[in-house]
Structure formats: structure tokens, C-alpha cells
T-cell receptor, first 115, second 114 residues
Framework: ETGVTQSPTHLIKTRGQQVTLRCSSQ?????VSWYQQALGQGPQFIFQ???????GRGNFPPRFSGLQFPNYSSELNVNALELDDSALYLC??????????????FGPGTRLTVL | AQSVTQPDIHITVSEGASLELRCNYS??????LFWYVQSPGQGLQLLLK????DTLVQGIKGFEAEFKRSQSSFNLRKPSVHWSDAAEYFC????????????WGAGTKLIIKP
């Protein structure tokens, strides 16, 4: 069983640019959640996708957007990058959305640096 | 407001010694509680979780945690740490108030002395 994978591992961008991060969910999982983890902080929930539809969003501006594809892989897009967007971006997949019983399995993350 | 507090940013423990990592939460509804571990270059891994029932829960890698409703705490313990336990540990809470999305503490970095 393949775990959650994310690409790229590291990324450096400049302010104002746009970035796309990718996530492949674990086999059999139809739900993907994205988190931002700033240095020295716990993860912050960005949004969740369930069967290609957004299924909940945290306190992030609209320039953070996402997609989920029919194979349940997902993308996180961030427009107009700001210095504060520098963080580790984590993707997690689960068998279903809703409720705490669906354990989330995390990828290793993408480290984004905005200069 | 929903929040999770991990009071210790770093903890240093000698190998073989016992460990307790503290976690306090503020949550209106019945909380579901979790402990995750994050090692460098690896994803967050679930150590254990509490939903209901016995307030002492056992997890992987020899960890356990005790839910104390009166103290709003969910502390993580291990009787004897190994050098491989060096990592960052995160406590998280979820429930109806957050639409079951995880709310995380800031983490505690565990350092093991040889």
C-alpha cells in the first residue's frame, strides 16, 4: 500500500508569484486535507476535499485554492505569494470525510520558502 | 474559543528515563483527542487517540495518554524513552465545534540525552 506522497519536496519562490503543490493520496482514500505548518507551530487547517468538492475551509484567504482529481490526488494553489506563506505544507488523506473516526495519514510535506 | 496548549516547547530526557508531555485544551463540545509524532523529513504519525470510554489509552511505540476531563488535559507518557523517540510531538483536538477538523497545539520537541 503506497502512502501519501507530496511534490516537490522543497520550493523557493519570490513574493507575488504563484505556486502549485501536489499530493497523491493513499490507496482507497477519497478525502484530502491540506495544512500549513509555520516554523515552530502546529499545523493549521487550510481546506479539505471530498470526492472532488471542497468540504470545509479554515481561516485562509481566497488566494489559497485547491483541486481534487477523479483519482483523488489533489493540488494546493497559492496566488500572490507573501513572505508569511513560507511554511511546510502538509497533505493528509483519509478513507472518508467527516467525523474524527477517519484517521488522517500525512505526507512528508513540501517546504515552501518565499523570498 | 477552541485551542490546544502544549506548555513545554522543549523537553530533554535521558535515555531510559520516563517521559510526560503535557497537553491542555479548551473546547466546548465533547472533545476527541489525539497525539501525533513528527520526525524530520517524515509525515505526522498518529500515536494514539481518545474518543470515549477508558480514559487511559494505549498507543503505538509504547506510548499512553490519560484523559482528565476535570483538568482539560490529555498528557502523553512513556515509561522508558529510547533515542529513536527524539522528535516533535503534537497534541490535537477535534469535535463538532470545529466540524471535526483537527486543532493543533504548537508542539513539544523531545530531546534525548545519551
Amino acid at each position: 500500500e503506497t502512502g501519501v506522497t507530496q511534490s516537490p519536496t522543497h520550493l523557493i519562490k519570490t513574493r507575488g508569484q504563484q505556486v502549485t503543490l501536489r499530493c497523491s493520496s493513499q490507496s482507497g482514500h477519497n478525502t484530502v486535507s491540506w495544512y500549513q505548518q509555520a516554523l515552530g507551530q502546529g499545523p493549521q487547517f487550510i481546506f479539505q476535499y471530498y470526492r472532488e468538492e471542497e468540504n470545509g475551509r479554515g481561516n485562509f484567504p481566497p488566494r489559497f485554492s485547491g483541486l481534487q482529481f477523479p483519482n483523488y490526488s489533489s493540488e494546493l494553489n497559492v496566488n500572490a505569494l507573501e513572505l508569511d506563506d513560507s511554511a511546510l505544507y502538509l497533505c493528509a488523506s483519509s478513507r472518508a470525510a467527516g467525523g474524527p473516526y477517519n484517521e488522517q495519514f500525512f505526507g512528508p510535506g513540501t517546504r515552501l520558502t518565499v523570498l | 474559543a477552541q485551542s490546544v496548549t502544549q506548555p513545554d516547547i522543549h523537553i530533554t530526557v535521558s535515555e531510559g528515563a520516563s517521559l510526560e508531555l503535557r497537553c491542555n485544551y479548551s473546547y466546548g463540545a465533547t472533545p476527541y483527542l489525539f497525539w501525533y509524532v513528527q520526525s524530520p523529513g517524515q509525515g505526522l504519525q498518529l500515536l494514539l487517540k481518545y474518543f470515549s470510554g477508558d480514559t487511559l489509552v494505549q498507543g503505538i511505540k509504547g506510548f499512553e495518554a490519560e484523559f482528565k476531563r476535570s483538568q482539560s488535559s490529555f498528557n502523553l507518557r512513556k515509561p522508558s524513552v529510547h533515542w529513536s523517540d527524539a522528535a516533535e510531538y503534537f497534541c490535537a483536538v477535534a469535535g463538532m465545534d470545529s466540524n471535526y477538523q483537527l486543532i493543533w497545539g504548537a508542539g513539544t520537541k523531545l530531546i534525548i540525552k545519551p
